[in-house]
């Protein structure tokens, strides 16, 4: 939990106990997990946590930049505490997401569109059958 504390205050986000219990969830579960996740992981231990605290701390923690707030699952925002450059590929048969490591991390600043001054996010994504699932369909 401490290390979620210090990550949190390295981005300048006030360390309440229900932000360092979602940012600690975050960095010790690369699931990349929908609200409802989070809040069904953490409403045990936290009895007085609501999903609109987990909400709106997911919200704080996607504008200062400490999370990733992903647009592959068109149902479900999913969160990433994992923010150094990769991608992601979704299973459309179970649902997961996994990180796919992108070996040149130049890979999005030669691929900025030529109008862009500047990028404050790019996410790059594959859908398609992950092998597990592949396996039990044969």
């Known amino acids: 939990m401490m290390v979620a504390r210090k990550y949190l205050e390295e981005y300048g986000i006030r360390p309440s ?3 360092v219990a979602v940012m ?3 960095l010790t579960h690369r699931t ?4 409802d ?3 069904s992981a953490l409403a045990p231990e936290l009895p007085t ?3 609109t605290t987990v909400y709106n701390t997911l919200h704080t923690l ?3 930049g400490a999370i990733l707030s992903l647009g592959i699952d068109a149902m479900n925002a ?4 994992y923010t ?3 991608a992601h590929f979704m299973c459309t048969c179970c649902g997961k997401v996994y990180d796919v490591d992108i070996d040149d991390t130049a890979f999005i600043e030669r691929n900025k569109p030529k109008f862009a001054a500047s990028l404050s996010d790019a996410q790059l994504y594959y859908k398609g059958i992950c092998a597990q699932c592949a396996k039990k369909q044969n």
Do not use: A, M
Not at 32 to 35: A, D, F, I, Q, Y
Not at 78 to 81: A, I
């Open 78 to 81: 999913r969160y990433d505490g």
């Open 17 to 19: 106990v229900q932000r």
């Open 37 to 39: 996740e989070i809040y």
């Open 24 to 26: 600690h969830y975050l």
């Open 84 to 86: 150094s450059p990769h």
């Open 49 to 51: 946590l609501s999903r």
């Open 62 to 64: 996607t504008r200062s």
């Open 32 to 35: 990349h997990p929908t609200v």
